[in-house]
């Protein structure tokens, strides 16, 4: 398997996290820890972040053999980018699942407080998750639309939505309107449908070899 069919493997990968907001609605209830029933739904919300963590650092080894080939800088803060992202997600979901662990040790009332300080965690997380693709959209669109290794139009998706992301993203940071909301959703629409547009397009087609035209 090539390199860009492996990166491309990696970014649709990234896609299996949509399902979270969902799984996650009950663990995020501030005396989630009071309750009681099953915890799958939490469980289930943490391994498929986990997965995405991994596939986020993997489009980007994967995808390095060609990128360094025309910037080695632009390909190694390509990595550390989706490291970074992928480290605010290792953290994210590591705190949830230990809300998870309070409730199952049956801490009582006790731990109503803890859990709240770590749902807190995961929110303030959720930040560098939000900002964090459109830094690897800049890096990432930079390079591949100046090389061409794809067609143009798809990092031209991705340079038009990272500056959208980052402008809804600080404006529900600042109160302007909820993080969840028509306005963030629309926001992180581009940056979506770039990632997953190359995604399909690296796995059905690949990377250009000639890069001159």
């Known amino acids: 398997m ?5 990166a491309g493997i990696f970014y649709l990968l990234t896609f299996v996290s949509i399902p979270t907001l969902a799984l996650y609605s009950a ?3 501030p005396d989630y820890v009071l309750g009681d029933g ?3 739904a939490a ?5 498929l972040e ?10 980007a080894i994967a995808f390095y053999p060609i990128l360094k080939k025309h910037s080695e800088g632009m390909s190694l803060g390509f990595i550390g980018s989706r490291t970074l ?16 662990s309070l409730r199952q040790a049956g801490v009582g009332p006790d731990g109503v407080v803890p859990a709240q300080a770590l749902v807190a965690l995961h929110d303030g997380l959720r930040l560098g998750q939000s900002l964090m693709p459109a830094v690897n959209a800049a890096l990432l669109a930079t390079l591949l639309y100046r090389t061409r290794l794809v067609p143009r139009i798809l990092p031209l998706v991705g340079l038009i ?10 404006g529900a940071l600042f109160n302007l309107w ?5 306005i963030t959703g629309l926001g992180a629409l581009p940056i979506a449908l770039w990632e997953f547009s190359l995604g399909v397009w690296l796995v059905t087609k690949g990377v250009r070899v000639d890069t001159t035209a």
Do not use: N
């Open 85 to 100: 992202e992928a480290a605010t997600i290792f953290a994210g979901a590591a705190s949830l699942l230990a809300v998870v």
């Open 38 to 40: 099953p915890d799958t």
């Open 161 to 170: 939505g990272a500056p959208l992301l980052v402008v809804t993203t600080l």
């Open 2 to 6: 090539t390199p860009a069919r492996l």
């Open 27 to 29: 663990v995020l209830a």
């Open 178 to 182: 909820p993080e969840v909301s028509p």
């Open 43 to 47: 469980l289930v919300g943490g391994v």
């Open 50 to 59: 986990i997965v995405v963590a991994l596939a986020c650092i993997g489009t």
